[in-house]
């Protein structure tokens, strides 16, 4: 529901619109909220019962609207006040308990608010009921008081004010009271007052005075402050001269009166100037002027339409005249007591002047103000601070002769305070070019640039690009497509982060793989098993890659090698003997043997016997078991290694292997074969010397293709696709060590491919933001003769063209100069004539008893206009803007009475002769005034008067510190080019530095620097020392393999030759030795069987045969053992038997048995069996060997077949485990400098008692290899600190003086790295300023009162305006006075500044106050020590002096004010107490500060200023001491009564017996001394009397005690002695006994 309602008041509604609803229905509501509501109304039926109604409720209703319903309880109670049934009222007068309402909406919220004002002060809670809360000892920090303030219910349109209830509908009314706290009551605090003046009178009676001052003034209802004087009388000795020496008698002056004009220039006066000598003080002109008032009423009305220009017809002046007037004032003389005196007694000569010429005043006029300045807020801020307009005017008339000041001459207003309606503020952010190219250069330290290869430097570099700052587009804008937006100042977003502008990026080095050795060659296969073709194949081996550099465009070196071979088989048949030789029934003879047979793979696996070509071999073979007498041949060796890898035409590689007789044969028995036929000899790699394998070539580049498809959205590497292409490559079959050969000697199934899809690059054309803005010009006007202001403008490269695209455009930085700016105006002012010496008109001065001919000081005037460049007149307010000072218009003349001394003109001052000299000028006295006494004064007509000779030689004097040596910055069109140089900083070479110099005249006074110098400096040239990086050695040979068989390290390193200086590079961590921990590690192996033992076959066994015997039975074989290495590719070549482990030498020589006939011939023992993998104690290993011919019946039976030793844990018994290498350091490209990298480390097989084995020892064992022998790494890069360029210089810090610095700044892009170049701590750099002199206007303070002709009376306090100049250090250096032009107007300046006030000098009897005291320090409120407020007060008063008491009633009332100040400080106060003298002390109030003031101590913790005893102390020698009691002065003793009362006072013993007492009693004559007591006790063994003289207390206890017993013995006297009998008659009175001890001895 939407209505619209405007309101004219609070009861009625003007205008009700509805747009759906009802009409009336907030006129309703305003008419019942305008009703009084009464909570409790009464209708009464009789005088007992009457009904009640309660409030009305709120208006509730389903809608809101005229449809709501309010109710309230009605109820019917009994006159003394309980309810009853509503019965017992009458129901006619029952009031309504229901009635329809208003219900408010919601969005009438948005039409009333409450309005608040501020709290008023805290006063105390009695002030409100009017009464007096005097200030009580109780309170101690504050006192409970009250705040107020006014709560109103408002439109919220246009904040009128509505009633309260409508308010309350929404939300509660703001709380119009509230608690506070009031500090105590602060009393009036005054400072001591100051010493007593002398006697106001130098004979008779006077009166002297003394004054103090306001410190704080009371506050809180404190105390009011006291008098601030004190009068008393004084006298002195001489008497006063009886004739007329009771009074004084001064002469007394009044103010001037207001310049007014002679009555012949304002209107025909018919009256009379007549003098006043009454006595009131109220009237200060003595000129009364006798003319009707409507000649009056016409002279003002004239005047003002004379002298009020903004009235006049004219709206500006096109001259200015000035008129001359006169003004007068009261000369009388007084007397000491106040009264006015005779004139003749106060002047013997002539009296001073009653009139004066003056300039008429004439008020400041000023032009129109200017149109509003645009409003600084034109945008909508988050802060929502108002924005502010201006606008000037000028003045037009400058105020002259004490006319009205000049009012604001500029306005400020704000607007835009909410700017709803505003555009948003722009927003401004980072914007970033691409990327650069990637360089490794800013990488390599100063030592490896000097040895590095720059074309071939690869891996990690860096790459920077530019920021810049640009306006961010309003969200709400709608944008078809995107604008790179213009870069602007950085300034606009100083205040955010800037991005990154450095980063790592990568160069791909040429490929550098980590392979693995070959495997062993294979056996002869096809190319393709699965399609075997022809009868030729391949033996191949194989290498893997450990590790390759990634992003490399070469490939890694070939992976397999080939041999061509004959009879290729992909399968081959396998045979495993499966036992011994079986017979068939025999002991011995023929016999077969069995054998397993199977079809295999390449791979070792079995398959179908199908794969297999030609017959299998035969499962059985023949064989034979000798018989007795048979000889007995054993089994055939293993083939040795080949003689030869391969097979040339001269040789080929052969291997053999041999067997050996065991036993010789009997009679009749099978012969051993010939020695030849014991061994055998077989062809072994057969295969030509020729290795084969595939070569590629790099990738090309990638070509267009179109009959390609690539399926994907992403590019390869991330980069967008563009189009698809084919990269080719070359790939040939190449014979090792001789070059290509036809494709046919390599196998296809390895060829690698030579085609392969890619992206092409895309076309980048290149990208620019538009044109910056122009720098700003000059806004004003610019002086003739000035040099073409210039302003410039870039573009900011943001992409690189590349793959062919639009280049960047030629011109990315534009300058030109400013478009022809406006000369200033040229306007000048033009004096006119001199007019003539205008006086004081005659019928003034006869008035005033003037002196009858005119003479005398009066004024000369002349006009002023403005003129043009081409003389023209122009409007005065074009020179008051540009032609500078007005020249004067006015100057006191002199008309030269009969009497006055007369003096020719001044002649024309001599010639200079030099700087430093002086000239002069003479004039000299005429007619008769060379013959006057008075004339003759030098001092009051001087005859010559010198000035210094002005000199145009000036001195530079250097002034400061030179600055730091500063390198040449880049210009501006060097840094809009895009990127930034990859390059570090040049942050040495040779530079400038540069020292201000001040230029001075002769008189020390600072001048501008350009008449001394062109640029202000001092310039010299300067080296800043190159910083020199870490030098470390060359790289040391690598070390030997930490371990001599199978895998370990070796290493290499470099060590410390100069350290880093002047900010170079570091060096990396030193030890101990101060030597640089650079080294490398890599991975080395040695094979374990590189340097082996190789035994040649045994000989025959050779028995030591004794006739014809036979030839068995033990002997000796021998055979020879050589040294060999073996290498890579299995070839051994004999070396020195020194570098085999001479522990491991296999034996040269045995025993050998060779078996008799019918012996039992077995063969050599098999191999041991395995003990336990842990070796376990108690285990047992086993060999055995075969009966190959048994024995004879008759012969010994065969030995035993198998052996048995215990497992000896590494001795017979080893353990295996495997063992890696350290990580070898990270392994990088080649000419990679830091990134990415692989580590390695090798895989050892170690036994048990530390040797190192070969690997397969471990693999028997069964042990698994789960080791990771490769892991990626990173060498940090040593990132060189880079930084921004220079700063334009900044602004001077100062606009004149000798402390002015220019600043200029840079900031850090990248933090240095590792070990890369530090970044230097100077990250801004000054400049020191032009040294230009400091011209200011310098204030004098106020001089003292003056009253010119007279002692008394109406004076003027002046100060001076002068142009200084300083050093800018000011007060430090002391100004000097210089030339007013220097500094401006002076005469502006001076209608700006108060110059004179007006002041009194009290007349000899007048009362007066004093000077205003000096302003107090300001001194906060404060509670328990702090403050209450923040600001603070300080205070100065003025105090009445009373300098005859007559004249007591006229004085004036002291005063004193207060200000607020800044940097308060909190105050207590404390009583403080001086000592003891005369039962009297001082006590006074002092400030924590140390200050002794009156008020401010609570005076109710006085302390007490006197001391009194009770009784007086009225004993001779005896004083009050400070417990209240009485004493005895030094050098006596207190002797006291037995009431703890001063009794007399006794010479102390010991002291000088010659010197007499001051006896002033006879009691105290009669008193024995105390050097008879001395005398008396001393043959005493327990003296009653101390060595002080004064009696022991227990001469006191057994005087007491003494007394005690004479009472009982007197009370049991008097009981026995007793009559028996009572008599009526009362006994004699008995005198009571008393004792008492009074210094007597003989008590």
Not at 357 to 375: E, G, L, N, R, Y
Not at 1048 to 1075: T, V, Y
Not at 1138 to 1160: F, I
Request: with cysteine.
């Amino acid at each position: 529901m939407d209505r619209t309602m405007v309101l004219k008041d609070d009861l009625r509604v003007d205008s009700w619109t509805p747009r759906a609803g009802h009409h009336l229905g907030f006129f309703v509501l305003l008419s019942l909220l305008s009703c009084s509501v009464q909570s409790d109304v009464v209708f009464s039926k009789d005088h007992h019962f009457s009904w009640r109604a309660g409030q009305w409720g709120q208006c509730v209703g389903d809608v809101c609207g005229s449809d709501g319903v309010q109710t309230r309880s009605v109820w019917c109670v009994h006159l003394e006040g309980w309810t009853t049934h509503h019965s017992h009222c009458p129901r006619t007068d029952k009031p309504l308990g229901r009635r329809p309402c208003f219900k408010v909406c919601d969005w009438h919220q948005d039409l009333f608010e409450w309005e608040v004002s501020n709290w008023s002060s805290c006063v105390l809670v009695p002030f409100f009921s009017n009464e007096l809360k005097l200030r009580t000892p109780e309170c101690i920090t504050a006192q409970h008081g009250v705040q107020r303030r006014q709560v109103h219910c408002v439109r919220a349109l246009n904040r009128t004010a509505v009633t309260s209830r409508i308010c309350e509908f929404f939300s509660q009314r703001p709380a119009v009271e509230q608690a506070c706290l009031v500090p105590c009551p602060h009393d009036c605090v005054l400072s001591h007052f100051t010493p007593w003046s002398s006697c106001s009178k130098t004979c008779g009676a006077g009166l002297q005075h003394r004054t103090r001052h306001v410190l704080a003034t009371p506050m809180y209802g404190g105390a009011s402050c006291p008098g601030l004087t004190e009068t008393r009388t004084c006298s002195n000795p001489v008497s006063c001269p009886p004739a007329g020496g009771e009074y004084q008698y001064t002469l007394r002056v009044g103010a001037w009166s207001d310049c007014r004009l002679p009555p012949d220039k304002d209107a025909p006066s018919s009256g009379r100037t007549t003098v006043d000598f009454s006595s009131s003080a109220a009237e200060n002109n003595s000129v009364t002027q006798h003319v009707s008032a409507s000649r009056r009423q016409d002279h003002q009305g004239r005047h003002q339409d004379r002298h009020h220009g903004p009235h006049s017809h004219n709206k500006y002046h096109m001259s200015w005249e000035l008129e001359v007037g006169y003004q007068t004032r009261q000369v009388r003389c007084t007397r000491s007591d106040g009264k006015n005196a005779m004139m003749s007694l106060c002047v013997k000569d002539d009296p001073p002047l009653t009139y004066q010429a003056c300039v008429m005043s004439k008020d400041c006029h000023v032009s129109d103000w200017s149109a509003w300045s645009p409003c600084s807020k034109t945008c909508q801020s988050t802060d929502l601070s108002p924005g502010y307009s201006l606008r000037s005017r000028i003045m037009t008339q400058i105020p002259v002769g004490g006319g009205r000041r000049c009012p604001a001459l500029e306005e400020k207003e704000a607007c835009n305070i909410i700017g709803d309606l505003l555009p948003n503020c722009p927003r401004w952010g980072w914007r970033t070019t691409d990327w650069d190219e990637c360089h490794i250069l800013p990488l390599l330290s100063q030592q490896e640039r000097r040895s590095a290869n720059f074309s071939t430097l690869c891996g990690v570099g860096i790459q920077t690009r530019r920021t810049y700052c640009v306006q961010v587009p309003d969200d709400s804008t709608a944008r078809v497509r995107r604008e790179f937006s213009r870069p602007v100042s950085s300034r606009h977003c100083a205040a955010l982060e800037p991005p990154l502008a450095v980063q790592r990026c990568s160069v791909p080095c040429q490929n550098q793989c980590l392979l693995t050795p070959w495997s062993s060659w294979s056996g002869c296969r096809h190319d393709n098993c699965e399609e075997p073709q022809g009868r030729k194949g391949f033996r191949q081996r194989r290498r893997e890659v450990l590790w390759e550099v990634k992003g490399s465009a070469e490939p890694c070196p070939h992976l397999v090698e080939s041999v061509p071979c004959e009879d290729p088989a992909c399968f081959l048949w396998q045979v495993q003997e499966g036992g011994g030789c079986v017979l068939s029934g025999q002991t011995c003879g023929p016999g077969s043997v069995v054998q397993n047979v199977s079809c295999v793979n390449v791979e070792g696996e079995e398959v179908s016997a199908d794969h297999c070509e030609g017959d299998p071999p035969p499962t059985q073979l023949l064989c034979e078991v000798p018989c007795e007498e048979d000889c007995v041949i054993g089994s055939w060796s293993s083939w040795s290694s080949c003689s030869h890898s391969c097979s040339t035409k001269t040789s080929e590689g052969r291997q053999s292997r041999t067997r050996s007789v065991l036993a010789v044969p009997g009679q009749g028995g099978k012969a051993c074969p010939a020695a030849p036929a014991l061994e055998e000899w077989k062809v072994c790699n057969d295969h030509p010397c020729v290795v084969y394998h595939w070569e590629a070539s790099v990738w090309g580049p990638c070509i267009q293709d179109t009959s390609m498809y690539f399926n994907g959205t992403g590019g390869l590497g991330g980069a967008p696709p563009c189009a698809v292409g084919v990269q080719i490559r070359k790939v040939s079959c190449v014979k090792t060590n001789v070059g290509p050969v036809i494709n046919k000697r390599c196998p296809d199934s390895s060829r690698p491919e030579t085609i392969r899809p890619c992206f092409l690059p895309c076309q980048k054309d290149c990208v620019v933001t538009p044109f910056s803005e122009w720098t700003s010009c000059p806004s004003t006007c610019v002086p003739e003769n000035t040099s073409v202001p210039t302003q410039s403008r870039y573009k900011v490269i943001i992409q690189r063209p590349a793959n062919g695209g639009q280049e960047c455009p030629d011109t990315v930085y534009e300058e030109r100069e400013c478009e022809s700016l406006p000369l200033c105006p040229v306007f000048s002012w033009t004096t006119h004539k001199w007019h003539g010496c205008t006086l004081v008109p005659e019928s003034i001065r006869r008035g005033l008893n003037g002196p009858g001919e005119p003479c005398g000081t009066g004024l000369e005037t002349r006009g002023v206009s403005c003129v043009g460049e081409g003389g023209e007149p122009a409007n005065m307010t074009e020179c008051s803007r540009w032609a500078g000072p007005s020249p004067p218009q006015f100057r006191e003349c002199q008309v030269t009475c009969k009497d006055d001394c007369t003096l020719s003109p001044w002649s024309q001052f001599s010639q200079c002769t030099g700087c430093g000299t002086s000239r002069s000028r003479t004039r000299t006295l005429t007619g008769r005034s060379k013959k006057k006494e008075q004339c003759l004064k030098e001092e009051q007509f001087p005859l010559e008067e010198s000035q210094a000779c002005p000199c145009e030689e000036y001195l530079s004097q250097p002034c400061g510190n030179w600055s730091a040596c500063l390198l040449p910055a880049h210009s501006l069109s060097d840094s809009v080019q895009g990127w930034m140089n990859p390059r570090e900083v040049k942050e040495c070479g040779q530079g400038l530095r540069y020292r201000a110099v001040a230029c001075v005249d002769l008189r020390g006074h600072l001048v501008e620097p350009s008449l001394c110098t062109d640029t202000g400096y001092a310039v010299e040239t300067c080296h800043v020392p190159c910083p020199l990086d870490c030098k470390l050695s060359d790289w040391s040979a690598w070390s030997a393999c930490s371990a001599s068989c199978d895998s370990g390290l070796k290493i290499r390193s470099r060590w410390l030759r100069e350290k880093a200086f002047n900010g170079g590079r570091p060096c990396p961590k030193l030890d101990l030795k101060n030597q640089a921990q650079v080294y490398q590690a890599v991975p080395c192996y040695s094979k374990c069987s590189q340097f082996e033992w190789r035994p040649d076959p045994w000989s025959i066994c050779t028995i030591n045969a004794v006739d014809d015997l036979l030839v068995c039975g033990e002997g000796v074989q021998s055979r020879k053992i050589r040294c060999v290495r073996v290498d890579t590719s299995g070839q051994t070549v004999t070396v020195d038997d020194g570098l085999c482990d001479q522990e491991e030498a296999p034996p040269r020589a045995q025993v050998c048995v060779l078996a008799c006939p019918k012996d039992c011939v077995v063969s050599s023992w098999g191999t041991w069996s395995r003990c336990s993998l842990q070796c376990d104690q108690g285990t047992l290993r086993n060999r055995s060997r075969n009966v190959l011919r048994p024995p004879a019946s008759q012969n010994p039976a065969c030995p035993d077949l198998v052996q048995s030793e215990s497992c000896i844990f590494n001795s017979t018994c080893f353990t295996y485990h495997y063992q890696v290498s350290e990580w070898s350091s990270c392994h990088l490209g080649e000419n990679a400098v830091c990134g990415e990298g692989l580590q390695l480390r090798l895989l050892n097989c170690i036994r048990s008692d530390g040797r190192m084995v070969e690997r397969w020892k471990c693999e028997q064992f069964g042990l698994t290899d789960t080791w990771t022998l490769s892991r990626p790494c990173a060498v940090d890069c040593p990132v060189s600190c880079l930084l921004s360029d220079w700063s334009p210089w900044a602004e001077c810090s100062r606009t004149c003086g000798s402390r002015a610095q220019s600043l200029r700044t840079r900031r850090i892009l990248q933090e240095a790295h590792e070990e890369g170049r530090p970044c230097p701590s100077q990250l801004t750099q000054t400049k020191p300023c032009p040294i230009k002199p400091c011209y200011m206007w310098l204030l004098t303070d106020w001089s003292r009162c003056v009253v010119e002709g007279a002692e008394c009376g109406e004076g003027l306090r002046r100060r001076n305006l002068s142009c200084v100049v300083h050093w800018g250090d000011w007060p430090e250096s002391p100004p000097h006075r210089v030339e007013d032009e220097l500094c401006g107007d002076r005469k502006k300046q001076q209608i700006q500044q108060e110059m004179e006030q007006p002041c009194f000098v009290p007349c000899p009897g007048d009362c007066h106050l004093t000077d205003w005291s000096l302003w107090s320090s300001c001194q906060l409120t404060c509670l328990e020590g702090r403050s209450f407020e923040t600001t603070g007060r300080q205070a100065r008063s003025r105090a009445v002096i009373v300098q005859v008491m007559e004249n007591q009633a006229s004085c004036p009332h002291q005063v004193f004010e207060t200000r607020p100040c800044k940097e308060g400080k909190c105050h207590s106060y404390h009583w403080r107490a001086g000592g003891w003298s005369n039962n009297q002390r001082v006590v006074w109030c002092q400030r924590s500060d140390g200050v002794n003031v009156t008020g401010g101590c609570f005076l109710q913790k006085k302390p007490t200023t006197l001391r009194h005893c009770h009784p007086p102390c009225t004993k001779p020698f005896s004083h009050c001491t400070p417990s209240g009691v009485c004493g005895c002065e030094k050098g006596y003793t207190e002797v006291m009564t037995t009431h703890g009362f001063l009794d007399y006072c006794t010479r102390t013993p010991g002291l000088d017996n010659n010197k007499k007492a001051d006896v002033k009693t006879n009691s105290g004559r009669l008193r024995p001394g105390p050097a008879q007591n001395q005398d008396l006790f001393s043959e005493w063994s327990l003296p009653p009397v101390g060595p002080d003289g004064r009696v022991k207390l227990w001469v006191y206890a057994v005087t007491a005690f003494g007394f005690v017993v004479i009472l009982f013995v007197i009370t049991l006297s008097y009981l026995l002695c007793k009559p028996s009998k009572s008599t009526k008659t009362s006994a004699p009175p008995q005198k009571p006994l008393t004792l008492a001890y009074d210094g007597d001895m003989d008590m």
